[in-house]
Antibody, heavy 114, light 106 residues
Framework: EVQLVESGGGLVQSGGSLTLSCATS????????MHWVRQAPGKGLVWVTR????????VYADSVKGRFTISRDIATNTVYLQMNSLRADDTAVYYC???????WGQGTLVTVSS | DIQMTQSPSSLSTSVGDRVTITCRAS??????LGWYQQKPGKAPKRLIY???SLQSGVPSRFSGSGSGTEFTLTISSLQPEDFATYFC?????????FGPGTKVDI
């Protein structure tokens, strides 16, 4: 069974940093792109970033470029999202998703206080 | 960036009704489109991929069609558990972009 479990969310002050984790199981981790998608409270879904199966390539939304870094650890089947210089408009539930976004985790809430 | 629009933004329906939701892309995306269902407080669940392929385990009352710039999601006979918000997603080019959603009230 494919499982993705996010963790690491919480309350952080504006300008601060936070690292999210997405632990995966049930599939061949290195064979799939992995993504982060976010959803501000009461709003729609916004794609944030993607990393290649072997970690060699990444793509970012303009809104997070230079502030967020996606990485993956093939040994532990985990994807990370390092978030720096956080702003109030980064407040959202952050989801990790696999491949062409076929499976998603349950999400973790990040709240940035100004 | 490719912009995705959806219509209607919301609709009130009844159990057993046929429901059609439309998604339009600002430029051609071949059939690189998925449809998702999201219930309050839950993660999105993929229903359709490649515009018209049914995700494994999804009831056959859900179907998708279209190619290029116009796509539809159809629910042939609405069930009480279908109360949710529905989003489309284009994955033809980065950044991937979602439609703004259609809220279906039973």
């Amino acid at each position: 069974e494919v499982q993705l479990v996010e963790s690491g969310g919480g309350l952080v002050q504006s300008g601060g940093s936070l690292t999210l984790s997405c632990a995966t199981s049930g599939f061949t981790f290195s064979s799939y792109w992995m993504h982060w998608v976010r959803q501000a409270p009461g709003k729609g879904l916004v794609w944030v970033t993607r990393i290649d199966g072997d970690g060699s390539g990444t793509v970012y939304a303009d809104s997070v470029k230079g502030r967020f870094t996606i990485s993956r650890d093939i040994a532990t089947n985990t994807v990370y999202l390092q978030m720096n210089s956080l702003r109030a408009d980064d407040t959202a539930v952050y989801y990790c998703a696999r491949g062409y976004l076929d499976y998603w985790g349950q999400g973790t809430l990040v709240t940035v206080s100004s | 960036d490719i912009q995705m629009t959806q219509s209607p933004s919301s609709l009130s329906t009844s159990v057993g009704d046929r429901v059609t939701i439309t998604c339009r892309a600002s430029q051609g995306i071949r059939n690189d489109l998925g449809w998702y269902q999201q219930k309050p407080g839950k993660a999105p669940k993929r229903l359709i991929y490649a515009a018209s392929s049914l995700q494994s385990g999804v009831p056959s009352r859900f179907s998708g069609s279209g190619s290029g710039t116009e796509f539809t999601l159809t629910i042939s006979s609405l069930q009480p558990e279908d109360f949710a918000t529905y989003f489309c997603l284009q994955y033809n080019s980065y950044p991937f972009t979602f439609g703004p959603g259609t809220k279906v009230d039973i």
